[in-house]
């Protein structure tokens, strides 16, 4: 069974930090992308980071560059984001997906059920 277990999530003021898991199961784990997506209320889904679990090249949203960062351990399955210097329009549910590359809804196959991300002002 695929399975993908988002978990760091949490109430952090403005300017703090958090780090975000993505625990991946019942898949090769190095064919796929892992990317981390993010909802707000009333607003679409919308990517934010994208990491290639073979090569270990990145991608990033213009509106996290510099703040996020995106890693991979592949003896663990499992991808982090690291987020610095948060600001409150980061609030949201964070998802993470395995799929294809880019930050494309359409292009990933697996989903985990996500994780609250509040930053108060």
């Known amino acids: 069974e695929v399975q993908l277990v988002e978990s760091g999530g949490g109430l952090v003021q403005a300017g703090g930090s958090l780090r975000l898991s993505c625990a991946a199961s019942g898949f090769t784990f190095d064919n796929y992308a892992i990317g981390w997506f993010r909802q707000a209320p009333g607003k679409e889904r919308e990517g934010v980071s994208d990491?290639?679990?073979?090569?270990?090249?990145?991608y990033y949203a213009d509106s996290v560059k510099g703040r996020f960062t995106i890693s991979s351990d592949n003896t663990k399955n499992t991808v982090y984001l690291q987020m610095n210097s948060l600001k409150p329009e980061d609030t949201a549910v964070y998802y993470c997906g395995a799929g294809g590359r880019g930050l494309a809804l359409y292009e990933y196959d697996y989903w985990g059920q996500g994780t609250q991300v509040t930053v108060s002002s």
């Open positions: 990491i290639s679990t073979s090569d270990g090249s990145t």
